[in-house]
């Protein structure tokens, strides 16, 4: 079996906890998501708590989008969040995602992490797809938002 982890972080000039409450809520994903433009037509659903552990996020979307749930099942406030990511379509899969905060001389060091296995037909998409290359782009843009995001805050 084949697994893979793609991770990116970035520098945000901001305190761990301006920028956690962005990542804890996934109302607030609107905002940041490098995926919200995907599929403007998207559905989205949120249930369980508002924020934290047991809110949960579910999308549906065009091809490009697909489907899926995102839970979030652990934080240690502030500084990370864990995330079960469940993609339904284009192909099943249950991606762990983590995001930790640390504190740094220019601001919080976020790094998002999503690891998964590759197996029946993610199996054979990895052989053509770099998943590094693939989803650490849309991460680096995804940052990059939030860092946008919590600069207008303070403004």
Known sequence: MSTFEVTRSAVI????????PLVNNFH???KWSPWEAVDP?????YSGSESGIGAKYAWSGNRK????????VDIAEPRSIRIRLEFTKPF????PTTFTFTPSASG????????????????????????????????EKGLASLAGVVAQRKA
Do not use: Q
């Not at 989008?65 to 979030?72: D, F, K, L, Q, V």
């Open 65 to 72: 989008a697909g489907s899926g749930t995102m839970e979030i």
């Open 13 to 20: 000039p901001a305190p761990a906890e301006d920028i956690f």
């Open 92 to 95: 099943k899969a249950v991606n």
């Open 108 to 139: 919080t060091d976020v790094t998002w992490t999503m690891t998964g296995e590759n197996k029946g037909l993610g199996k054979v998409f990895a052989l053509f797809m770099n998943m590094d290359k693939m989803v650490g782009a849309d991460f």
């Open 28 to 30: 607030e994903w609107t």
């Open 41 to 45: 037509a998207m559905e989205r659903s």
